[in-house]
């Protein structure tokens, strides 16, 4: 059963670059999932960031596309998130999860991690 | 606003049976994926694909689609059950996933 963990700072700065991983156990990040990361700010709903293949297609969501960066470490058994120029509309909770081998869903999360922007 | 549309709450009494709607085009053509998420923990996933449920999950749980609208139906609600609930699939342009705003169910 694969088990996800998110790791990262917990404050950036704003116009800083928010950095996460996500470690993957019990399970291959070369296996024919779509690696995904989803935030929730405080009190709302959730947002669909974007999500990486083991072979490093990706697709993110049009309004953080030109912000964010996603990639794959094989060697490490991880994936990453890069969000560049943070403010404080990026304070939220942020989870990786994993689709179903027919990407039709998330059926794997993390705990989720908070990041908080602020000076 | 998302592209799926959900209604912000829901009650229900205890034992009852209630359903949960996500309306959006992208259903059209895509199954909606349903999530519980309670205070403080992840999302889990409880129906996904035209009616399936993950290892784990109670057969309470079943989902339903007709048009651009799924649903997820809880039969005889729990205590247990309250909780938000999100839907996902495809945005309008069917190019990129998106969640609906989410569904805080009150079970009386």
């Known amino acids: 059963q694969v088990q996800l963990q998110e790791s990262g700072p917990g404050l950036v700065k704003p116009s800083g670059t928010l950095s996460l991983t996500c470690a993957v156990s019990g399970g291959s990040v070369n296996n024919s999932f779509w690696w995904t990361w989803v935030r929730q700010p405080p009190g709302e709903g959730l947002e669909w960031i974007g999500e990486i293949y083991h072979t490093g297609a990706n697709d993110y969501t049009p309004s953080l596309k030109t912000r964010v960066t996603m990639s794959v470490d094989k060697a490490k058994n991880q994936f990453s998130l890069k969000l560049d120029f943070v403010t404080a509309a990026d304070t939220a909770i942020y989870y990786c999860a994993k689709t179903t081998r027919a990407g039709d869903a998330f059926d794997v999360w993390g705990p989720g991690t908070m990041v908080t922007v602020s000076s | 606003s998302s592209d799926l549309t959900q209604d912000r709450a829901v009650s229900v009494a205890l034992g009852q049976t209630v359903r949960i709607t996500c309306q959006g085009h992208s259903l059209k053509t895509y199954y909606a994926s349903w999530y519980q998420q309670k205070p403080g923990q992840a999302p889990v996933l409880v129906i996904y694909g035209k009616n399936n449920r993950p290892s784990g999950i109670s057969d309470r749980f079943s989902g339903s689609s007709s048009g651009d609208t799924g649903s997820l139906i809880i039969t005889g609600a729990q205590a247990e059950d309250e909780a938000e609930y999100f839907c996902?699939?495809?945005?309008?342009?069917?190019?990129?996933?998106?969640f609906g705003g989410g569904t805080k169910l009150t079970v009386l």
């Open positions: 996902s699939s495809r945005d309008k342009t069917a190019d990129h996933r998106v």
